[in-house]
C-alpha cells in the first residue's frame, strides 16, 4: 500500500527550528518528485516546497531561505528542516507525492495525514 | 488572499447537483495551466479527487467531474450524497510568482442540507 507517514511536528518558540520528517511506504522517494503543502488552523492549502532533484529544489517566498527540504535515501524519507520559525508557520504540515513534472503540469496524488507545528511567541 | 477564487460554500439537498468555481487569471488558469482539485474531509488529509482538468483517479465515483474553459474551471457533484460534506480545494500554477509557484483556492465548503 502506498503511504506517506509525517512526524517531528510540535510546539516550538518562535525563532527555533524543526525538523519533519516523511516516511514513505509502497513506492521509493528517490524515483518521484515530492513536496510539503500546509494549513493554518481554519485555513486553506499553501503550497511550502518541492524537491525534485538534488539541485532543483524549490520553495514558497514565505519559507524561502528559512526552510530546506532534502531526502534521506536510505531511509526512503523526505525531511523539511524549519529554522528561523515565526507564529505564521504555525500548521498543520503535509508532505505528498508529486505527479508530472514540468510544475506547470503537476498535481499531489498521495497525502500524509500531517503533523501539526504550533509556533509560539 | 488567493491566486484562485473559490465561493466559500455551496450547499444542496441529497440527490441534487453543486458545482464549485476556480477563477483565476492570464498568468495562471487563462494561461492553459491544468487544473487539479482535491476533497478534504472534516478532521482530513486532503485527497486527489480531480487530476488535469478533468480527469478521475481510480477509485473516485464518476459523480465527480471537472472541467475548464478560459480562466475559470469548474467541479461538479451530481447525485448529491451526504459523505459528500467537505472541504474542496482547485490547484494550479501560476507564472506570474517568482520561481515555481503552485497555487491553490480558498477552498469551498460543501454542505447537504
Known amino acids: 500500500e502506498v503511504q506517506l507517514v509525517e512526524s517531528g511536528g510540535g510546539l516550538i518558540q518562535s525563532g527555533g527550528s524543526l525538523r519533519l520528517s516523511c516516511a514513505a511506504s509502497?513506492?521509493?522517494?528517490?524515483?518521484?518528485?515530492m513536496s510539503w503543502v500546509r494549513q493554518a488552523p481554519g485555513k486553506g492549502l499553501e503550497w511550502v516546497s518541492v524537491?525534485?532533484?538534488?539541485?532543483?529544489?524549490y520553495y514558497a517566498d514565505s519559507v524561502r531561505g528559512r526552510f530546506t527540504i532534502s531526502r534521506d535515501n536510505p531511509k526512503n524519507t523526505l525531511v523539511l528542516q524549519m529554522n528561523s520559525l515565526r507564529v505564521e508557520d504555525t500548521a498543520t504540515y503535509y508532505c505528498?507525492?508529486?505527479?508530472?513534472?514540468?510544475?506547470?503540469?503537476?498535481?499531489?496524488?498521495?497525502w500524509g495525514k500531517g503533523t501539526t507545528v504550533t509556533v509560539s511567541s | 488572499q488567493s491566486v484562485l477564487t473559490q465561493p466559500p460554500s455551496v450547499s444542496g439537498a441529497p440527490g441534487q447537483r453543486v458545482t464549485i468555481s476556480c477563477t483565476g487569471s492570464?498568468?495562471?488558469?487563462?494561461?492553459?495551466?491544468?487544473v487539479h482539485w482535491y476533497q478534504q474531509l472534516p478532521g482530513r488529509a486532503p485527497k486527489l479527487l480531480i487530476y488535469?482538468?478533468?480527469n478521475r483517479p481510480a477509485g473516485v465515483p464518476d459523480r465527480f467531474s471537472g472541467s475548464k474553459s478560459g480562466t475559470s474551471a469548474s467541479l461538479a457533484i451530481t447525485g448529491l450524497q451526504a459523505e459528500d460534506e467537505a472541504d474542496y480545494y482547485c490547484?494550479?500554477?501560476?507564472?506570474?510568482?517568482?520561481?515555481?509557484?503552485?497555487?491553490f483556492g480558498g477552498g469551498t465548503k460543501v454542505t447537504v442540507v
Open positions: 505528498a507525492r508529486v505527479r508530472k513534472w514540468p510544475p506547470q503540469s503537476s498535481y499531489m496524488d498521495v
Open positions: 509502497g513506492f521509493i522517494v528517490s524515483d518521484n518528485y
Open positions: 524537491y525534485y532533484t538534488g539541485t532543483n529544489t
Open positions: 492570464s498568468s495562471s488558469i487563462g494561461a492553459g495551466y491544468n
Open positions: 488535469d482538468n478533468s
Open positions: 490547484q494550479s500554477y501560476d507564472s506570474q510568482q517568482r520561481g515555481l509557484s503552485w497555487v
